[in-house]
């Protein structure tokens, strides 16, 4: 009987465990970015590196996606990628990077929208238009990630 009983306790927690609900995720965003030094022991330098590591492949897709746009349609190309995304330096980005990802409010804004928002401060673009930029930016990751959890991918498209 108590083994009974041990046996379906046991199966309840594995059956529990596998269907919790998983949040939905489309980018990487300040939790994930922030978790980066406990996935590296708390190794400052890996840590580094991790996120630097990140930053060139996020750039360079950028650049990537720049130059197979500009191909077909240079004016798009430019009017789409006018932002200035290399203003700082790998270091400065991801120290402006953190300091940003410190406020909680920002912690679920994708990182590529945290790039264009540490380089509009390093520009010292008036922080009006900045503050504008991260509310229109925490009403559009809200709203994609609201259709996701109603399962409207419609919308998506």
């Known amino acids: 009987m108590l083994f009974k009983l041990f046996y379906y306790v046991i199966l309840i ?3 529990s465990l596998e269907t919790r609900a998983q949040e939905n995720k489309l980018f990487w965003d300040g939790r994930d970015w922030n978790q980066v030094i406990n996935t590296v022991d708390y190794n400052a330098a890996a840590c580094f590196r991790v996120k630097s590591a990140y930053l060139h ?7 990537y996606a720049y130059l197979k746009i500009w191909k077909k349609d240079q ?7 006018s932002e200035t995304v290399d203003y700082l330096s790998n ?5 402006n990077i953190d ?3 410190n406020d909680p409010l920002n912690s679920y804004i994708p990182i ?8 509009m401060y390093a520009e010292r673009v008036p922080v009006e238009n900045i503050d504008s930029y991260i509310e229109s930016t925490r009403r559009w990751i809200n709203n994609l990630i609201l259709d996701l959890d109603t399962l409207n991918y419609s919308r998506l498209l």
């Open 13 to 15: 927690l594995f059956i």
């Open 91 to 95: 270091q400065e980005l991801i120290k």
């Open 75 to 81: 004016a798009f190309a430019d009017d789409i990628f």
């Open 112 to 119: 590529p929208s945290a790039i264009l928002i540490a380089n």
């Open 57 to 63: 492949g996020a750039l360079d897709s950028r650049l």
């Open 99 to 101: 300091y940003f990802y």
